[in-house]
């Protein structure tokens, strides 16, 4: 029976990625006909919750665990990341120990690296920061899986076991947090104290001032009465003092106008005095100030002059002695340079020199050895020739060369050079025994012969040593005589 095609259709959190027959890659739909040849699977899209405790080491080496909850799904919305995901996730359940895994792995890899970067008081306060950085770098890896963060919440940084860094940090922020509430306290019930004695201090204060008032008050109005009184008999007899004193201040008056005016006139005439010689010493001391003035600006520019002129001649001694040290120098120089040159050129006429001889010498003995082995080309030319008219005979190519060339005359020549003036001895002798005289027997007269003959040869033979060599042959052996017989 022939497969059947069929309609699919998807839930409302899936989609439908389709492979086979006349797809190419991969087909993403929420409802299908499935044709022969083509297999399908259910991509569910959901977002799942991944919770974590991320155990990472800050830059101090200080371990903490991270608690975290991520929510991670596909990216609904974007079609190439809906196909990636059901390429590389739709085996497995989000909720499988393989996506958990996975995300777990590239979360704890990527806060890990983040954390190891920052100081445990750039991870506490930036907690903010801290969770943005971990969430685009975990994003970053989740996009090559087609997967989206959702959600992302960093819960309160933990302790590791062992290590209370927070812990500790939690108690000094508890310890520091009571010791300002007791100093706020304290400084509380400070303000309600002086306050309070501040208001008591107040108050007894304008007590006393409404009764100091009250009793001043009471005191003006009796004294307004006896004041009033006394001003009625003031005023009449001060009227009556006042004409008298009318009387005696015209008196007065006239006799202090006329000592006034006899004073001034006598001031005056003292003022023009003494202002005449102020005037005439002011004078003075100004004519004395330009004469001082004069005669230092007369010194200054003497002694100017002089420092000038001795300078000018001071510079002019150096600038000739730093002259004639220049030229000195450069003198020098140009010597030392002209004696570097002339060494130099030296240098290259001793080099050009012996190059000339060595290239010389390498021609002569290139020369010299074309001149060998053209000599032996020819010499071999030569004996190949002869042998090839010898018929091949080496012996007598030999013999021929050593007497061409004289070996044989030069070998009697160096051997009679050698026995020039040795008067050489030579002794003859002969055994004087005929063959018939030891012939009598049948099978031993060859053999006597021979013995016969070896010992007939021993007398002269140790004569001649004896007149060679002046050595004695062993008594046990014969002795020598005068004549020519033995002992």
């Keep these: 029976m022939a497969p059947v095609p069929y309609y699919v259709v998807a839930g409302p959190s899936e989609y439908l990625a389709i492979t086979g027959w006349k797809i190419r890659d991969i087909k993403l739909a929420k409802k299908a006909l499935i044709l022969p040849g083509q297999r399908y699977v259910r991509v569910v899209v959901s977002p799942v919750n991944y919770t974590f405790e991320v155990q990472a080491m800050s830059a101090e080496k200080l371990p903490f665990l991270l608690p975290t909850v991520f929510t991670i799904g596909p990216k609904v919305d974007d079609d190439e990341s809906l196909v990636l995901y059901a390429k590389l996730m739709s085996p497995h359940d989000m909720n499988s120990n393989h996506v958990n895994d996975l995300v777990q792995g590239i979360i704890e890899g990527e806060t890990r ?9 750039e991870i506490f306060k930036g907690t903010k920061e801290f969770k943005r950085e971990v969430y685009d770098k975990v994003q970053l890896e989740l996009n090559q899986f087609g997967l989206i963060i959702y959600n992302a919440n960093v819960k309160q940084l933990v302790d590791v076991p062992g290590h209370e860094y927070f ?3 939690g108690q000094k922020t508890q310890m520091e947090a009571a010791n300002q509430a007791k100093i706020d306290v304290s400084e509380a019930r400070m303000k309600g104290e002086i306050g309070a004695k501040l208001r008591q201090g107040q108050t007894t204060q304008n007590a006393a001032k409404i009764d100091a008032e009250t009793k001043i008050i009471a005191t003006q109005r009796t004294g307004e009465g006896k004041k009033e009184e006394i001003k009625v008999q003031s005023e009449v007899k001060i009227f009556e003092n006042q004409k008298e004193a009318d009387v005696a201040k015209a008196n007065a008056t006239l006799m202090a106008q006329k000592a006034g005016w006899a004073q001034s006139a006598q001031l005056a005439e003292v003022e023009a005095k003494k202002t005449v010689a102020i005037r005439e010493a002011e004078l003075q001391s100004e004519v004395e ?20 002129v001795e300078y000018d001649i001071k510079v002019q001694e150096a600038n000739r002695n730093l002259y004639n040290n220049q030229k000195e120098a450069d003198a020098l120089l140009y010597e030392k340079q002209k004696q570097a040159e002339a060494t130099k050129a030296e240098a290259e006429a001793s080099f050009y020199a012996r190059q000339q001889e060595a290239d010389a010498d390498v021609y002569a003995k290139k020369k010299e050895a074309e001149g060998i082995v053209a000599l032996a080309q020819a010499q071999g030319f030569y004996l190949s020739t002869l042998l090839k008219s010898l018929d091949g005979n080496y012996s007598a190519l030999r013999d021929y060369m050593m007497i061409n060339t004289g070996v044989y005359q030069e070998m009697a020549r160096i051997n009679a050079n050698a026995v020039q ?20 027997g049948s099978g031993s007269g060859g053999s006597l012969k021979d013995i016969a003959e070896v010992y007939s040869m021993l007398p002269p033979l140790m004569k001649t040593v004896h007149e060679q060599t002046g050595m004695l042959p062993p008594t046990w052996l014969g002795t020598l005589t005068n004549t020519d017989s033995t002992a």
């Design 289 to 308: 100030k330009k004469n001082a003035i004069s005669r230092t600006e007369k010194l200054r520019a003497e002694l100017l002059s002089k420092a000038t």
């Design 421 to 440: 003036g040795l008067q050489p001895k030579i002794s003859v002798w002969s055994s004087g025994l005929s063959g018939a005289g030891l012939e009598g």
């Design 113 to 121: 690296v983040l954390a190891a970067s920052m100081t445990m008081e």
């Design 167 to 169: 812990s500790y940090l």
